[in-house]
């Protein structure tokens, strides 16, 4: 798993850097790292990473901004925001720009392998926490429209229930490229940027 690390502690990446390689025995590297947000999409599309780590606060144009270029210049990239404080509002934010997940800085580097995979696995990683945030009606959260047809149903249940776009492709009898097209177009029905997001509307509307 080759990482780029956007960061502007250096403290930090220099310790995510030595301590990754030697707590996952050799599975996760840091291939690069930057502590300006703005260039933060270039590095990504330039190294081609498996996964971006992205801290939310940054200087501007910040992590947000960073995590919404990196989506639209690297689409099939998984990007996880991170940060040092219990905020939720920043992590919302970030979820909505393209995130997958989030983790708290505070997470010990050994800590960090298991949700880092399941994240390149298809899975959203959210603090429990995090999750009370983004389901409740109070953040804005909509409903999933009544409107759904069976198969769209269906894809968003298997979505929900944290299935690759392998395992959907298996489940559906359709290609892959097929899945991620349907996906899109779910996406766009649901008014949401991520598929973290369409899972929390799934949970809120009852559609498990």
């Keep these: 798993m080759r990482i780029v690390l956007v960061d502007d502690h250096p403290l930090f990446a220099r310790g995510l850097e030595l301590l990754l390689p030697e707590v996952s025995e050799g599975r996760a590297t840091v291939a690069a790292s930057t502590g300006d947000a703005a260039a933060a999409a270039g590095l990504v599309r330039r190294t081609v990473p498996d996964l971006v780590l992205v801290d939310l606060h940054m200087p501007a144009p910040g992590g947000v901004r960073a995590i919404a270029a990196i989506r639209r210049t690297t689409p099939r990239v998984r990007i996880v925001a991170m940060s040092g404080d219990d905020d939720p509002a920043p992590a919302l ?25 399941a994240v390149l696995e298809g899975w959203a ?18 409903p999933a429209p009544a409107d759904l047809d069976p198969g769209e149903r ?49 949970g809120s509307a009852g559609i498990l």
Excluded at 98 to 105: D, V, W
């Design 93 to 117: 934010d970030a979820l909505r720009a393209g995130a997958e997940g989030f983790l708290p800085k505070s997470s010990e580097a050994a800590d960090l392998l298991h949700p880092l995979l």
């Design 154 to 202: 269906q894809l968003l249940q298997l979505i929900a229930a944290g299935a690759t776009t392998t395992e959907i492709a298996l489940q559906l009898h359709v290609s892959e490229r097929t899945v991620k097209r349907l996906t899109a177009t779910l996406l766009r029905k649901l008014r949401v940027s991520s598929r973290t997001e369409a899972a929390a509307l799934a």
């Design 125 to 142: 990683v959210l603090p429990a926490g995090l999750l009370s945030a983004l389901l409740a009606p109070s953040r804005g959260i909509r």
